[in-house]
């Protein structure tokens, strides 16, 4: 099973290490910030969380001295046989259509008893 997600990270424009986290230092205007060469490591939003504040965003990324990166990550997943797992995203659907004709039809059938 192929899973694809598009995120943003934020890379530091001098050195190229991603940011990890920041924590805002309590009784002052600044903030502790940790970075990460392994961009696996690296703080992250989904690509229309960027977008839904994208101007906030770029401030943060400015802030810190970074350019925000589109990442695509695309994961393969397997069973640690290898074989490909059940997609239960699927049969939950189907799970949550059949309740819902089944609680219909409790209610069709209550009607017909009064």
Do not use: H, Q
């Not at 290490?17 to 690296?42: F, G, P, Q, V």
């Amino acid at each position: 099973m192929k899973k694809t997600e598009k995120i943003i990270v934020l890379r530091d424009k001098k050195d190229g290490s991603y940011l990890k986290n920041y924590k805002n230092n309590d009784d002052s205007m600044a903030c502790t910030s940790n970075w990460t060469n392994e961009i696996r490591e690296a703080a992250y939003m989904p690509v229309e969380f960027y977008y839904s504040d994208e101007e906030r965003n770029n401030k943060l990324a400015d802030f810190f001295g970074s350019e925000p990166l589109l990442v695509e990550v695309e994961y393969t997943i397997k069973k640690l046989d290898g074989s490909e797992p059940e997609d239960l995203a699927d049969r939950t659907e189907n799970s949550k259509r059949e309740s819902f004709k089944k609680f219909l039809d409790m209610l069709a059938n209550g009607l017909e008893d009064d």
